[in-house]
């Protein structure tokens, strides 16, 4: 599948969520990427949302006073509301229908909003009991969702990242990239991490995390760490050059399988048999010169 015959441009950056998507599924890469197609909301991505934004706020207010904020139960629920309810109503934006939400049926929303101020709550306790420090950039900046983006070497495209939060342990004295995951289960490679640790040793070469983990809200700690050090700029640099090319060939075939699960243009892939592949996905039949 040619772009240049479909008039299509590639997108003007990459990240590493992109990167993941093109690897488990071209196609859902292309139609998400590439074209307008429909996205179908996902009540994991509010709920991992308001967790974020909730936990950022007590990161964000502990730099700043130097000290742990004492938040009572009123507070913290008041902000998990407010977090979750912003996020609830952008989804209702894009479908007011929220049966047609990709949803875990054991985890509705009323789940959500008992079991969210809890979440929030063991990140807390975690935070006060590990040794942690929340790094901060030779420019002052405090490391969290802290802006990483940059190019690596060998590679053409500008890499999009942001770091939940970057820490520094200074019983070993050494970094540590962390993300925050509300799934049940951690990544399943090191790939995101050393991308944050590749960038950061190209945007601060003093300052090369040696570990990257992902803190686990329904454990409330961190997964096992990977170490970092073997993922140079230059390594990552490749992988992210060959998902570019690969883009640029406009090589976006279908992968269905299980990762259908979780694809959010399922309903405009051919593969899918979706009822809008006719005007988004070129496998399709019916597929004419994209209206877009």
Not at 142 to 169: R, T, Y
Not at 208 to 219: E, H, S, T
Request: hydrophobic share 40%; aromatic share 10%.
């Amino acid at each position: 599948m040619s772009r240049n015959a479909l008039g299509l441009q590639p997108p003007d950056h990459i990240s590493h969520s992109s990167r993941d998507t093109l690897l488990r599924c071209a196609k859902s890469f292309f139609l998400s990427r590439m074209t307008p197609a429909p996205k179908q909301p996902a009540l994991w991505l509010a709920t991992g949302s308001a967790a974020h934004i909730a936990t950022e706020t007590w990161d964000n207010m502990q730099h700043a006073i130097g000290a742990d904020p004492d938040w009572d139960e009123k507070q913290l629920r008041s902000i998990w509301n407010v977090a979750f309810g912003d996020q609830l109503e952008e989804l209702r934006a894009k479908d007011p229908n929220e049966f047609h939400w990709r949803s875990s049926r054991a985890e509705p929303i009323g789940w959500w909003n008992k079991m969210g101020p809890q979440m929030v709550q063991a990140y807390i306790d975690w935070r006060k009991r590990a040794p942690y420090e929340i790094w901060t950039t030779p420019a002052g900046e405090p490391a969290i969702e802290l802006d990483v983006s940059g190019h690596l070497p060998g590679c053409e495209i500008e890499i999009k990242a942001f770091v939940d939060v970057v820490f520094h342990d200074p019983v070993f004295d050494q970094l540590i990239v962390v993300d925050k995951k509300t799934s049940k289960r951690p990544p399943s490679s090191a790939d995101q991490m050393a991308t944050y640790g590749a960038l950061m040793a190209v945007k601060w070469p003093e300052a090369v995390p040696a570990l990257g983990a992902a803190y686990m809200f329904r454990k409330g700690t961190l997964a096992a760490p990977w170490p970092l050090l073997a993922y140079t700029p230059e390594a990552m640099g490749e992988l992210y050059q060959q998902a570019w090319e690969q883009i640029q060939r406009g090589d976006f075939t279908a992968n269905p399988g299980d990762a259908c699960r979780i694809c959010d243009v399922s309903s405009s892939c051919a593969a899918k048999n979706g009822p809008l592949a006719h005007i988004y996905d070129p496998a399709s039949p019916g597929y004419e010169h994209p209206p877009f």
